[in-house]
């Protein structure tokens, strides 16, 4: 009778790795928390320097964990968002004063900051939507929590929103799609077409994305009730950071 191959033994930075990722996901080692460096590792387990390195490369490489140069490597075990594509985006939220990120947010802390607002002139597929060869251009980084979690550059007919509280910092209660039903324009349908990519260098800069970290890039389009396309918004986020939730009825 033949025997079954005895199983190897676990190589010993992959069990070092194991007992870190528990403590990570039991809650013992929270977010933001430094873990061991090489030294305490090949202190507590007697190994070399490379096998130390090897397991905290494990959990950096799953994402669990991030390094910091001249500083050491800490716990990265983010609270996902639950991004729900129609709830975030019902009129009956942004048309009484409330911000489409509340829906996301859900009271945790966020911040928008790298505003940026420009007249310019279209790329071919964004004239292509809107019909319109000159736009007014909105970029602006959210985070929660204090961490970078997306970037937004939403484009809007230049002679639609001139002049508005659109093409200023400040867009008021509700934001740009309230302003957009002031104007008589109010957005009723949205399209979103999403796909997973790399970051691109300035991407990985503004959302602080260890390396290996995907995006999500999302390019929404809104409607008016004729079907006049008023923004073309294209959003990147960090894969890492959330949880997208679309209903749907059979």
């Known amino acids: 009778m033949q025997q079954s191959p005895v199983p190897p033994e676990t190589p010993i930075y992959r069990r070092i790795a194991d007992g870190l990722r528990e403590a990570i996901l039991s809650g013992e080692l929270r977010d933001g928390d430094r873990l061991p460096g090489e030294n305490a590792i090949m202190a507590q387990y007697g190994v070399a320097r490379a096998t130390a390195r090897q397991a905290l490369s494990v959990l950096i490489n799953e ?19 639950r ?6 985006l019902a009129q009956g939220h942004w048309s009484q004063g409330q911000a489409i ?3 996301d947010t859900r009271g945790r802390p966020y ?3 790298e ?3 420009d007249r310019e002139t279209a790329d071919d597929d964004v004239a292509r939507v809107l019909g319109s060869a000159e736009v007014w251009v909105r970029r602006r980084r959210y985070s929660v929590d204090g961490r970078p979690v997306q970037l937004s550059v939403s484009h809007f007919p230049a002679d639609l ?3 508005t509280a659109i093409v200023r910092e400040d867009t008021g209660p509700g934001g740009a799609y309230a302003r957009l039903g002031d104007l008589g324009h109010s957005p009723a349908h949205f399209t979103e077409e999403l796909r997973a990519r790399m970051p691109h260098p ?3 800069v503004l959302l602080d994305l260890p390396a ?24 990147v986020l960090d894969a890492a950071s959330y949880v997208l939730q679309y209903d749907f009825d059979a």
């Not at 994402?63 to 968002?81: D, E, H, T």
């Open 212 to 235: 290996g970290t995907p995006v999500i890039a999302i390019m929404r389009t809104a409607y008016t009730a004729d079907g006049t396309p008023v923004e073309v918004n294209e959003m």
């Open 63 to 81: 994402g669990l964990a991030v390094p910091k140069r001249g500083s050491g490597v800490y716990v990265r075990q983010f609270r996902p968002i």
């Open 202 to 204: 300035h991407e990985t």
């Open 115 to 117: 505003v940026q607002i």
């Open 83 to 88: 991004r729900h594509g129609s709830r975030r």
């Open 101 to 103: 990120w509340d829906a």
């Open 161 to 163: 929103v001139e002049g």
């Open 111 to 113: 911040t928008v900051d």
